[in-house]
Nanobody
Framework: QEHLVESGGGLVQPGGSLRLSCAVSGFTLDDYAVGWLRQAPGKEREGLVCITSTATDGRTFYADSVKGRFTISRDSAKSTAFLQMNMLKPEDTAVYYC???????????????WGQGTRVTVSS
């Protein structure tokens, strides 16, 4: 059974950093595109970043809102994907989700499998 679990969220001050993790089980992470998305209160879900499968060279696509601040990576041996978030802003406050799927549509993963989300709050 395919399963994704996010962790690493929390409260951070503006300008701070967090690293989110997405541990997967039941499938091989390298075989899929992996994306991170977020949903802020009262807003639609927003695609942030997507990395293609290892077979397609692991290309990355970032939304303008996070380009230069967020970095996606994947540790195949640990079956875990990461989202390093730097220079966080109050507007980054949201529930963050990882998802896997067949391909990236720009920064949005064509996701078939989702985690439960992890909450990030950026506030002083």
């Amino acid at each position: 059974q395919e399963h994704l679990v996010e962790s690493g969220g929390g409260l951070v001050q503006p300008g701070g950093s967090l690293r989110l993790s997405c541990a997967v089980s039941g499938f091989t992470l390298d075989d899929y595109a992996v994306g991170w998305l977020r949903q802020a209160p009262g807003k639609e879900r927003e695609g942030l970043v997507c990395i293609t499968s290892t077979a397609t060279d692991g290309r990355t696509f970032y939304a303008d809102s996070v380009k230069g601040r967020f970095t996606i990576s994947r540790d195949s041996a640990k079956s875990t994907a990461f989202l390093q978030m730097n220079m966080l802003k109050p507007e980054d406050t949201a529930v963050y989700y990882c998802a896997t799927g067949a391909k990236c549509f720009g920064e949005v993963v064509g996701g078939a499998n989702w985690g439960q989300g992890t909450r990030v709050t950026v506030s002083s």
